[in-house]
């Protein structure tokens, strides 16, 4: 399986997450900016090469987000050992789905804010 970081500038962050992950057997993905227009299927390596969306020029998503691809199974263990790691409850989370593998990161983050609000209440 694959976990696709998003918003992760510091290297201290994705080499703690590295290391957290590494007895799984998971491969991190640092996401780059540019590419946040590309679907998540894409970015997962789950759709042959990468689609020929235009590069991403906008601002930085607003926060720091995780996608988990093909760790349905894993989920249960692996969320523990992230939270240690620094992916924290600040940092949003999914699970790459046949609903949202076509949609991109900017997409994805501002569904994951709105469902994040409304179960806190706001």
Sequence with gaps: GK???FGFDSLLNV???EKAVNPFGVELVPVA????NQTL??????????GHAMPYMGAPLGGRMLVLCGLEKQLDELL???RRAGAGP???KAVLTPHNRSWNAVMLYGE???EHKEMQGK
């Design 41 to 50: 299927a894409a970015l997962a390596g789950m759709d042959g090469e990468p």
């Design 112 to 114: 994951l804010l709105r």
């Design 33 to 36: 900016r540019t590419d946040y």
């Design 80 to 82: 523990p050992v992230l």
């Design 90 to 92: 600040e940092c949003l």
């Design 3 to 5: 976990i696709l970081l």
């Design 15 to 17: 080499l703690a997450l």
